[in-house]
């Protein structure tokens, strides 16, 4: 097999190998190559010492990215190269870090601390591929193994766990049978696991192609940290908008939302509230009133124990409260929409809407097509240069002062007075018309005041 390395790597690669030392690309990017596709990073396993590659390197921009653990950073042609030396780990503490790492003198030795087969491959131009735990015939049959016991390697670093899940949904691999059944049982150590790590991998899990299997696969694991999710599954609706339990529904919902961080994590949250809001009719129908609330409420927690940026937070947190506000495709109401809320969040909104749509009973799927009718409008809307916020208007607080209102706040609120005029399409959004309108608001002022 020939696997095609960029030359910026091929440099870092070449000055190890003539400088004595063994040398291979390996993890993610041989993975990647394997697959046809293309690796996001360059990563090199060396015999080479870490103070060694960073004498090999003198004349290139170095960072001691993780000294301790014998990796460098060399900077290649503009690109990182990150330059690893043949360690084994120490004794594990607390299931994450291993005591002391120890480096090794072989790559086989290297190859058997990577977590997956498919992670644990190593190729040189001059070598080729070397693959001592069946990782090439993993990739063909997709399959995610560990690498050796996967309940000890769980053990030594449980974030191996959702790792797996990861690879698995961004890949769309099998998880090997063995390797799943200790994810189950090694579970409970992920509370070793710092909040941040875990909300990295479970974004990485939700933006996956494969992100619905794992979900109702692993929702076991995902309880660990989201513990509303062990009552989600088996959760029956009973209602007639619903064909599948609160979990699957879940699921399905986050398969079917756009990859955008932030609908999938709010696709992911957005019923949590459900089993604890289930009320049932005389008539044995099911309904979940204010779920929504419920599930904002779960959502903050969750944030809590997995702490991310402000942004995604609260962007996540209104997504969730708004999930089942009505939307018509109706171009004033979108456009007041737009002016409350902006164009990203009704973006974003709309397209979980659909998601949840898309996750309930077939029957009710026009609302799935006035949803779409709703995007498209959004679109020519924003296209048309429509108007639904201050930068957008045609004037401006200069035109509003030269009209003799006195620089102030009542600039800004005559201004605002003017925008929702224009969303409410009762002025057109010209300068003319709006100094027009900006002079009406004045006098009639004047009048109250006198
Ligand atoms: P990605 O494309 O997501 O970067 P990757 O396989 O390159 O995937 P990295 O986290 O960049 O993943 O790690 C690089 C390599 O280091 C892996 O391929 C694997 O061989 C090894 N590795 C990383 N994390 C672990 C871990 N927790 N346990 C064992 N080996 C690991
Ligand atoms: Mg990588």
Redesign the pocket.
């Known amino acids: 097999m020939n696997i095609i390395i960029p030359e910026f790597a091929l440099i870092v690669l070449h000055r190890l190998m003539e400088s004595g030392f063994e040398s291979y690309i390996?993890?993610?990017?041989v993975?990647?190559s394997v697959l046809g596709q293309s690796?996001?990073?360059y990563?090199i396993t060396t015999s080479a010492r870490p103070e060694e590659v960073v004498g090999i390197f003198e004349s290139f921009t170095v960072i001691e990215t993780g000294l301790k653990h014998g990796t460098v950073t060399v900077m290649s042609a503009g690109s990182p190269v990150e330059v690893t030396t043949f360690r084994t780990d120490g004794d594990y503490l607390d299931n994450r870090r291993p005591s002391s790492v120890r480096f090794c003198g072989t790559l086989r030795e290297d190859l058997s601390?990577?977590?997956f087969t498919c992670?644990?491959i190593a190729y040189s131009p001059q070598s080729g591929i070397i693959d001592y735990f069946g990782g090439l015939s993993d990739i063909e049959n997709k399959i995610i193994r560990a690498v050796g016991n996967p309940r000890r390697r769980f053990e030594e670093?449980s974030?191996?766990i959702l790792?797996a899940m990861r690879f698995s949904s961004r890949l769309g691999f099998e998880i090997d049978r063995q390797t799943s059944d200790d994810m189950h049982l090694c579970r409970s150590l992920l509370s070793n696991i710092s909040g941040e790590r875990i909300f990295a991998e479970l974004s990485?899990i939700l933006m996956g192609e494969n992100a619905r299997e794992i979900i109702l696969q692993y929702h076991d694991i995902l309880s660990e940290f989201i513990p509303s999710f062990s009552d989600m599954a088996g959760f029956r609706q009973n209602n007639p908008y619903h064909i599948y339990d609160v979990l699957t529904h879940t699921a399905v919902a986050v398969e079917r939302a756009e990859p955008r961080l932030c609908v999938r994590l709010a696709a992911l949250l957005h019923d949590v509230g459900k089993p604890a809001c289930y009320f049932e009719d005389a008539d044995g129908v099911g309904h979940f009133y204010g779920h929504a609330e419920e599930s904002v409420q779960i959502a903050r927690e969750v944030f809590r124990r997995l702490p991310t940026d402000n942004f995604t937070k609260e962007r996540v947190i209104k997504l969730i409260k708004y999930h089942d506000a009505p939307i018509s495709p109706d171009h004033k109401q979108i456009k007041r929409m737009l002016l409350r809320h902006g164009e990203e969040f009704v973006s974003d909104l709309i397209e979980l809407e659909k998601a949840d749509a898309l996750a309930q009973s077939p029957e009710y799927h026009e609302r799935i097509d006035r949803l779409r009718e709703c995007g498209a409008m959004l679109r020519e809307i924003v296209e048309q240069n429509e108007c639904f916020s201050l930068r957008r208007l045609a004037i401006g607080g200069r035109d509003v002062i030269s009209l003799g209102v006195p620089s102030g706040k009542r600039v800004g609120e005559i201004l605002t007075a003017l925008l929702s005029m224009v969303v409410e399409e009762k002025v057109s959004n010209t300068p003319d018309k709006l100094r027009e309108a900006a002079i009406g608001l004045i006098e009639a002022e004047e009048q109250s005041d006198g």
Not at 26 to 29: E, I, K, L, Q, S
């Open positions: 390996v993890g993610g990017c993975r990647d690796p996001k990073d990563d601390r990577r977590d992670n644990a670093d974030l191996r790792r990485g």
